[in-house]
């Protein structure tokens, strides 16, 4: 039986692409870096087949806070899939904050291979950024007064 | 042998879909004979209490349209549940909330205050706003819970079949029920009265490969009218919605508005149909395609203008301390259980 | 908790990883948790579950208990995976229903508190996932039985010579005008003083004569296409303007043009003619005309003197750009590096004072084909002391913080190459460690340390000509603090060596593009694992070797330039490679040919059936990126091994925690 957690620790689903940011992740684990507990990933080939959804499912689902990271523009293994990415996450920011998901709580970022420290501290910047702002919790939000 | 029952209701709706019925034209005089119509509030006087005299699960078809917005219709899809042995969520309302399911870019607090309050032609300096219950010099008087979220007949009772559409167009509706008197349903569950495939399987236009520089609204430019639309920019939803309609807004120059919902395997409509959007930009730069984002005034309006309420989210959030519970408090929901207008006689 | 199919038996197995894992993470209460999970048969947790018992227990749990999935909580699926889906294979269970779960480099190695609670969540999800995914078979394909070596230093040089002599055929392309590369610029080599020319040359000759290597210098890759087994490689030959099979290299032309320009082979310190060979052992020994500083290309034709005299009439100054596309089954990338440019530092003099050298200029320096004939000389003077700066550009925050590796040890040899030069001569060496780490290294250092060369452990403040006593006039006077005696020392010098960092190559960033490759934190080329996969890299086919890995000597050069090889001859004699199965495929019932898919494809693995109106995916082009699948509105596209059913499950309980049960609102 998982206990919902009581401390508001904010839950945020990564979605990282397994050449670049996965292996970031990897490597700051490799590193041992310490960081935050709160992200929680999911492995995909290329951000590229991150689909909306997936992140209105994750809100949906209780996430406090999504994350997509990826190769750097350029340097995609499978050339141009976070070009993609780009176009998909600015039509969907726009959709999050007409929903009343601000943009706190929904990032793009980069990550290379080699950037295990800049995953570390995205990772603990974002986590403290959406535990200032609360949790989001659409449950309640979908209850009547 | 009796007939087999027939129901229709109409809970938050237009009265399209009363009228698609309708618009069965002479097969109409075939659904009258073949069934025997038990409830129909919209064409004839038909009362709550008849349905609740029914045997349970006595309806054989019941045809609900329409979304529901307040506890009177919350009230009859339970009723309407028990009653009948098939419930259909007929039409786009009450398969996936359709118009009325825009309200919930709102709540009741936000629509009340608005209706009832700042509206330049309204005159209401006592803030008089309605109310569950109202005592008058006669007895009591009351009123639906209005709710602050829209939902779809789905999400309040278990349902048997969908037939999408806004309304569901003739040729679809004449199948529907010519299945139902043949005895020839999918399994429970289904969406039927529509094909399998999207609107662009419908859709006579020309397709090539979609690359588009910027986004036109349909008067900002004059198509082709033997091309796409959406590789001329304007923005057709024909490629996440569900076909069976024959595409009958295409063949007048207009963009497909998504009104029979998902295909099959979609999800969340508008997610796929934002996801296509920027999928065709023709750009790699990001400036470019905030632009072009930008040029879009309500991205929400366009993936969800049918389905709000069936989305993911469902609704756009609620800020609560702006639309606080206590404010109007009459019109909280009752203790336990709701607080609803019948006709109960006395 | 999402509805699987009810009657999947999924086998959970939780990895200690001795006390990775299980040092922060509760494994037993873990175990527990996942037993309670719907569809799951077994769970257990064991030490090192990709050892021999490890692994034995998954398979027998598949066989006796019938799983239908398993779930592996351990380490990375980056490490492991292919070892489990291997385990499955052996056990009758098709390989694609194992589904890892990564608990330690991304849950127990870096989170203190929340480890386990985290390790749960992970675990829900790779249940969730693993209910839904399904057996893929995977497609082989026949490899071209070729190899391309970019780059024609001693690393591409060995490579080549490798495979062909496994009797394949090799491409190696070269940029400059000579293979060869850094190598052939030394003198003598650690630590055996080996003449670096005499080991070199005769490797050239051979690649030149080598009846499976084709040889094309000043040439460029610019196009790779295709995948593993199967790569098209288009290459840019830029023109000579002299005929490579006409030319006999008998040097009359080069003799009689009257137009100099620096030389690059010398570091700028000696010159060359507009039309030259880089060297005199050059490989191919054909020159080229440089068209920035040939008058006859620059004036339109005035000059010509290498048409008048070359006998053969090898010049051609019609020839033009060459575009060549060759098809091999393996590349090996062996670009090397480049030399940290010291005049960033300014306080180190390199801009300002003639006398103040680079350790690759002070090898030209030395070597007899070099600019001053092998005789030290600056200002037209023997230096009769010479400072060495370590470290420059390398273990520094501010340039680079890795160590260049080959610098202590060159800085040694320099040292006993100008006592042996210039009698007499004191030699001072500005180290912070002395790094003598391989076979016959430190055993030379007691040899440098003993013949008269001053260590002081330091690094130089600065390199000034501000001379403040008398034996400091006309002098360079490097300016130290001696750390192990404590003092600041001034020591006046006649020449200064700056040891620079091996850099990545300036254009280390197109190359990784062009072979779809990543780049390490420190700009070299990434390579596949740190300690197991050397010189594989991430894209299949592949393969990184020498300096352009990261900074290293000829040795291992040569020893990573041969495990390339290995590699590349591994893969052409299985003869097949097999594709990766997790594909897109269209969903032919669901497509209604709006055909937006289609232009989004890098790979143009998308065509359009216009018969039957339905898009249609190339399975041997599809890398499985999962671009279409996102895109398609009407999901009618299925990205096998990550459908939308199995990501949506997975972020659904990925998140068991963050709310309580839900029931419908």
Not at chain 1, 87 to 100: E, P, S, T, V, Y
Not at chain 2, 32 to 40: E, H, N, R, T, Y
Not at chain 2, 188 to 211: H, L
Not at chain 3, 570 to 583: F, M, R
Request: net charge negative; proline share 6%; with cysteine.
């Amino acid at each position: 039986m998982v206990v919902p957690s009581d401390n508001h620790e904010p839950r945020i689903v990564g979605f990282l692409c397994n050449w670049c940011a996965y292996q970031g992740a990897d490597l700051a684990g490799t590193s041992r870096m310490a960081y935050t507990p709160n992200v929680r990933i999911v492995r995909v080939m290329c951000t590229g087949r991150i689909d909306p959804t997936f992140v209105l499912k994750a809100f949906s689902s209780g996430a406090d806070g999504v994350i997509i990271a990826g190769c750097h523009p350029g340097d995609c293994h499978y050339s141009e899939g976070n070009y993609k990415t780009t176009r998909r996450i600015a039509f969907l920011r726009k959709l999050l904050a007409q929903m009343g998901i601000d943009g706190e709580r929904f990032r793009l970022e980069w990550v290379s291979a080699g950037e295990g420290a800049k995953w570390a501290q995205i990772a603990d910047e974002m986590s403290a950024a959406i535990k200032e702002k609360g949790p989001l919790a659409w449950r309640e939000n979908l209850k009547e007064a | 042998m009796s007939k087999p029952k027939l129901a229709l209701y109409w809970a938050a709706s237009c009265g399209g879909c009363e009228i698609a019925v309708v618009r069965l034209y002479a097969k109409i005089l075939d659904v009258a004979d073949f069934f025997d119509i038990v409830f129909w509030p919209c064409i004839m006087d038909f009362k709550y209490k008849d349905v609740e005299a029914l045997p349970d699960k006595s309806i054989d078809l019941c045809l609900f349209n329409g979304a529901i917005r307040n506890s009177e219709q919350e009230h009859m899809a339970h009723l309407l549940r028990e009653k009948s042995k098939v419930l259909v969520a007929y039409g786009t309302c009450a398969y996936m909330g359709g118009i009325p399911g825009l309200a919930n870019v709102a709540n009741r607090e936000a629509i009340f205050e608005r209706v009832y309050h700042e509206t330049p032609s309204t005159v209401n300096a006592d803030s008089v706003r309605p109310q569950v219950r109202y005592q008058v010099p006669e007895g009591e008087l009351t009123l639906p819970v209005f709710y602050d979220t829209v939902r779809t007949l789905a999400q309040v009772v278990p349902v048997e079949y969908f037939v999408p559409g806004c309304p569901p167009v003739k040729e679809q509706t004449e199948a529907v029920l010519q299945a139902v008197m043949e005895g020839r349903l999918p399994p429970p569950g289904s969406v039927v009265g529509a094909s399998d495939k999207t609107v662009c399987d419908d859709c006579i236009r020309i397709k090539e490969e979609k690359r588009v520089s910027s986004f036109y609204r349909p008067y900002e430019i004059i198509p082709d009218p033997s091309r796409c639309l959406l590789e001329q920019g304007i923005i057709c939803a024909g490629p996440a919605t569900r076909g069976g309609c024959g595409a009958p807004c295409l063949s007048v120059n207009m963009p497909c508005r998504g009104c029979y919902g998902p295909p099959p395997n979609v999800v969340d409509q508008g997610g796929k149909l934002l996801s296509a959007l920027a999928s065709i930009i023709d750009s790699q730069d990001p400036d470019e395609i905030e632009r072009v984002a930008d040029a879009i005034p309500d991205l929400l309006g366009i993936c969800y203008l049918f389905g709000l309420p069936a989305s993911l989210l469902r609704r756009v959030r609620q800020d609560r301390k702006a639309f606080p519970a206590g404010v109007t408090g009459e019109l909280a929901r009752e203790q336990g259980d709701v607080a609803v207008m019948t006709q109960r006689a006395p | 908790m999402p509805e699987g199919k009810s009657d999947v038996k999924i086998g959970v197995y939780i990895c200690h990883c001795g006390s990775n894992i299980a040092g922060t993470v509760d494994v037993e209460e873990v175990t527990g948790f996942a037993q309670e999970q719907g569809s799951v048969a077994v769970a257990r947790n064991y030490k090192f579950m990709c050892s021999e018992p490890g692994q034995a227990l998954i398979k027998q749990d598949i066989e006796e208990l019938g799983l239908d999935g398993v779930v592996v909580a351990a380490c990375s699926p980056r490490m492991h995976e292919p070892t489990f889906r291997r385990v499955c294979e052996a056990a009758g269970l098709n390989p694609y229903r194992l589904d890892m779960c990564n608990i330690r480099e991304q849950c127990s190695w870096v989170h203190k508190n929340g480890a386990t609670e985290k390790a749960k969540a992970l675990i829900s999800a790779a249940i969730s996932r693993a209910r839904y995914l399904e057996p893929l078979e995977r497609r082989e394909v026949p490899v071209v039985p070729a190899a391309l070596v970019v780059g024609g230093g001693i690393a591409g040089i060995q490579a080549a010579l490798k495979v062909a002599d496994a009797g394949r055929k090799v491409y190696l392309v070269e940029r400059e005008p000579s293979i060869g590369g850094h190598m052939i610029q030394l003198d003598k080599t650690f630590p055996t003083l080996d003449c670096s020319a005499c080991i070199l040359t005769p490797k050239m000759a051979a690649v030149k004569a080598h009846p499976n290597i084709e040889l094309m210098t000043y040439s460029e890759v610019v196009d790779v296409q295709g995948y593993v087994g199967n790569f098209k490689v288009t290459i840019r030959r830029k023109p000579r303007y002299v005929d490579e099979s006409l030319c006999t290299g008998c040097g009359i032309c080069w003799e009689k043009c009257p137009w100099k320009a620096e030389s690059e082979f010398d570091c700028g310190l000696g010159q060359r003619k507009a039309i030259y060979t880089p060297f005199p052992q050059a490989v191919p020994n054909v020159p080229v005309i440089d068209p920035e500083h040939c008058v006859y290309i620059l004036r339109d034709g005035k000059c010509g003197a290498c048409l008048k005299f070359c006998e053969r009439e090898a010049i051609d100054f019609n020839q033009t750009e060459k575009m060549v596309e060759v098809e091999v089954g393996a590349i090996i990338v062996a670009t090397g590096y480049d030399v940290f440019d010291p005049s960033a530092i300014t306080r180190l003099g390199y801009e300002r004072f003639p006398n103040v050298i680079t350790s690759l200029e002070f090898e030209r320096l030395c070597n007899a084909t070099g600019p001053t004939g092998g005789h030290i000389v600056v200002n037209g003077q023997e230096p009769k002391s010479v400072g060495i700066i370590h470290c420059v550009g390398s273990r520094d925050r501010k340039y680079h913080e890795y160590c260049s590796r080959v610098c202590c040890m060159y800085a040694l040899k320099f040292a006993h190459l100008i006592r042996e030069k210039i009698e007499g001569a004191n030699v001072y060496q500005f180290y912070i460690d002395m790094r003598c780490f391989g076979k016959g290294f430190e055993e030379f250092y007691q040899r440098a340390g003993t013949e008269g060369v001053t260590f002081i452990r330091g690094r130089p403040a600065q390199v000034t000509d501000l001379a403040i006593s008398e034996e400091e006039q006309g002098k360079l006077v490097v300016v130290c603090e001696n750390t192990l005696v404590g003092a600041v020392m001034r020591v006046p010098v006649d020449m200064v060596i700056l040891c620079p960092a091996m850099e990545p190559r300036a254009d280390a960033r197109d190359v990784a593009r062009l072979f779809n490759l990543s780049q390490s934190a420190d700009g070299f080329l990434l390579e596949r694992h740190a300690k197991l996969e050397p010189v594989a890299t991430a894209s299949d086919g592949v393969f990184i070797v020498g300096c352009v890995q990261g900074p290293k000597d000829i040795p291992d050069t040569v020893a990573q330039a041969l495990a390339g090889a290995a590699e590349a001859l591994a893969l052409i004699d299985k003869g097949s490679v097999e594709l990766e199965a997790a594909t897109a495929v269209v969903d032919e019932a669901a497509c209604s040919g709006c055909k937006i898919c289609i232009p989004l494809c890098p790979y143009s693995a998308i065509t359009f059936n216009e018969a039957e109106k339905r898009a249609l995916i190339n399975e041997a082009l599809c890398k499985g990126c999962g671009v279409c699948v996102a895109a398609c509105p009407a999901a009618a596209i299925v990205a096998r091994h990550f459908t939308d059913q199995q990501i949506l499950a997975e972020v659904e309980a990925l998140l068991v925690d963050a709310r309580p049960a839900p029931a419908e609102v």
